[in-house]
């Protein structure tokens, strides 16, 4: 998918409402406080999800051309929760198989009077590509290639503003596939647009970040230099084929080396908290003690995926 389309903002309307999610690049800081600040109103003081008619008479089709569960789950759920009817496209067994084009294949799911279209894809720019040939319904971007994944970073933000609010102020150290991860590429344009000016990359160099120089980001290759002192720790699942292209030998390698430990989380921040975007590979970038202990956030961040993925829904439902 060609760059200028993936960097496309054709997310806004010409009134700059939000139209469609595809990605946090260039998206303004008044739309993402807008997100988090929804999906905040709803949760309840005992941190329950609560219940909403938002989307009421509105059809929500969920399209995974990935494997997931906590994603696929969360938006399910989040759909259900605002009241709408919720489709999940049995690609396995659609006209797609037949070697129907996958546009012909959106437009006749649009004309079955779907309203939003929540598409995960191995190919970047993917769900873009789809926002700007398929008009009058919604795009959420659950997730295109090594790209973005604008959802999760949202959830990542919500999570880290229930404990630490003021981001101008914070040390946030990503830890693991950085080049590869749609997840951190969104944490790092979501940082940004919050204020945030230490963001550290922790990664061997076959892994590491490949952008230009920025002064907000720091590259470190020693992961206890990385973590020194940090407020945020936000740990990368490392996929198994990854480890090849960047010669790492086996797994107990790569946790020796850049694996979070309770000696470890001892270098940052006593009060620093510990993420993750699931599903965890426990042993390999994570100890179990530290993916289990009081500074770890992570099935908080489940919940609070719900509630983001609620809030975008309702308000692309309102904007539409």
Avoid: W
Avoid at 171 to 183: E, K, L, N, Q
Avoid at 270 to 283: E, L, S, T
């Amino acid at each position: 998918m060609k760059k200028e389309l993936i960097n496309n903002h054709i997310q806004l309307d010409d009134s700059g409402r939000l139209v469609h999610l595809l990605g946090l690049e260039n998206l303004p800081k008044s739309h993402l406080l807008d997100i988090l600040e929804k999906a905040d109103g709803l949760i309840d003081a005992n941190g329950h999800l609560k219940k909403s008619k938002a989307l009421d008479d509105m059809s929500v089709a969920n399209l995974f051309f990935e494997p997931s569960t906590r994603t696929r789950n969360t938006f399910e759920i989040a759909a259900m929760r605002s009241s709408a009817n919720v489709i999940n496209v049995d690609l396995a067994n659609s006209a797609l198989k037949k070697n129907e084009a996958l546009m012909d294949t959106m437009q006749s799911l649009k004309a079955m009077q779907i309203d939003m279209f929540v598409i995960r894809h191995k190919q970047s720019g993917l769900p873009h590509h789809v926002a700007q040939h398929l008009k009058g319904v919604s795009i959420l971007n659950a997730g295109d290639g090594t790209n973005a994944h604008p959802t999760q970073a949202l959830l990542d933000m919500l999570s880290i503003r229930q404990h630490k609010p003021n981001f101008e102020a914070l040390s946030v150290a990503i830890v693991g596939d950085i080049i590869h991860s749609r997840v951190a590429h969104s944490d790092i344009q979501a940082l940004k647009t919050l204020g945030t000016t230490d963001i550290r990359l922790i990664a061997p160099d076959g892994l590491q970040y490949g952008a230009k120089n920025e002064s907000t980001i720091k590259r470190f290759s020693d992961i206890d230099a990385g973590l020194k002192d940090c407020d945020v720790i936000i740990v990368l699942r490392l996929q198994k084929e990854r480890m090849i292209e960047a010669d790492i030998p086996n797994e107990q390698d790569y946790f020796d080396n850049y694996g979070l430990t309770k000696e470890r989380l001892a270098l940052a921040k006593p009060d620093a908290i510990v993420m993750h975007p699931g599903p965890i590979n426990r042993g390999v970038e994570i100890d179990s003690a530290v993916a289990d202990c009081k500074q770890s956030i992570i099935l908080q961040q489940v919940t609070n995926g719900i509630a983001i993925r609620m809030a975008v829904m309702q308000i692309l439902a309102q904007n539409s």
